[in-house]
């Protein structure tokens, strides 16, 4: 099959890449380990090609478009923030590496800034022009549930304001260098004891630092099973940033774009809440928001 462009997600750990067909069919996925977080800015190249070169070839040039953390300042090559309000940006403001293989030529798209509160974001703002690409009129605010979570506020097709939560890597931090490794251990979940947890912190979030060691004299009194640590954990740490983030979801049409176990926790949680939200495959949006750059692409051509 002819190949027309190429679309990747290149994130901090990982790379994702999608080989498009002339038809708009994917005709081959591949992912590296290879993330900006372990490349010199001048191997990202090697690192590209190593991955698509036999899609390439020799009698044409092949658009290769970036989303994620490849435009980074530690990235390839610096793509600045778009600042909000606004649209997601798309092709008109992406910007080109450097590249020594005439075969490809590269586009990394920029994420978004807010100054006041100071925020920013790589990769999600490509989701949200995926997911707006197949719901143009939706208003409401967007939750993207990861490492760092997002929550944008969408009108008019433009990302008003958004909100960035650390708690991913809070949970992380806490589950893997604290004291409450030691009883977190081991499988297992506990979905009472997750919407318990998030009742509590929304209810009395100045506790949080006091609940958090009760975890661990529970399992060393109580013998607390790690299954159900884990999800107080996780419950308190989610019901404390859905009360910081009362003001996005509260009365709001709220949609989710994710995937897996931490997406289905933000859904049962804002559920729990009052706030019904949709969710949306975030891999999926995510290739629908580089489709839209190569549309810009060939819209200009």
């Known amino acids: 099959m002819t190949v027309d462009w190429i679309a990747v997600d290149w994130g901090t750990s990982a790379v994702r890449v999608w080989v498009v067909g002339s038809e708009g069919d994917v005709i081959r996925r591949a992912r590296s380990d290879r993330g900006m ?3 010199a800015p001048d191997a990202f ?8 070169e036999a899609d390439l070839d020799t009698d044409r040039v092949t658009p290769v478009i970036c989303c994620g953390m490849v435009g980074a300042r530690q ?3 610096e793509a600045p923030y778009a600042a909000v309000p606004c649209a997601p940006p798309g092709m008109a403001e992406a910007v080109r590496p450097p590249v020594s293989d005439p075969r490809i030529s590269v586009h990394i798209l920029p994420g978004l800034r807010q100054d006041q509160p100071a925020d920013v974001m790589r990769g999600e703002e490509t989701q949200i022009a995926g ?3 197949a719901h143009a ?3 409401g605010v967007l939750c993207l549930p990861g490492t760092h979570a997002k929550w944008a506020r969408i009108s008019a097709g433009e990302v008003v304001s ?3 939560a650390m708690t991913g890597e809070v949970f992380a931090l806490l589950s893997g260098s604290s004291v409450l490794r030691h009883g977190l251990a081991g ?3 506990d979905d009472a004891a997750f919407r318990a947890a998030i009742d509590d912190a929304m209810t009395a979030p100045a506790q949080l630092t006091a609940r958090l060691f009760s975890l661990r004299a529970e399992g060393l009194l109580h013998g607390l099973e790690a299954g159900t640590a884990r999800a107080r954990l996780s419950g308190l740490l989610i019901g404390l940033e859905l009360a910081a983030m009362r003001p996005y979801w509260l009365g ?3 949609a989710l774009i994710g995937e897996g176990g931490l997406t289905e926790r933000y859904a049962a949680a804002l559920t729990a809440v009052g706030a019904a939200p949709a969710v949306t495959d975030a891999t999926r949006v995510t290739l629908a928001g580089l489709t839209r750059a190569r549309r810009q692409m060939k819209d200009k051509t």
């Open 162 to 164: 958004f909100r960035t």
């Open 252 to 254: 709001q049409n709220v």
């Open 75 to 77: 990235g390839w090559v």
């Open 37 to 39: 977080g372990q490349l």
């Open 45 to 52: 190249e090697r690192a590209l090609l190593d991955l698509i």
């Open 131 to 133: 997911f707006l690409s």
């Open 187 to 189: 499988d297992g979940w």
């Open 137 to 139: 009129d939706f208003d």
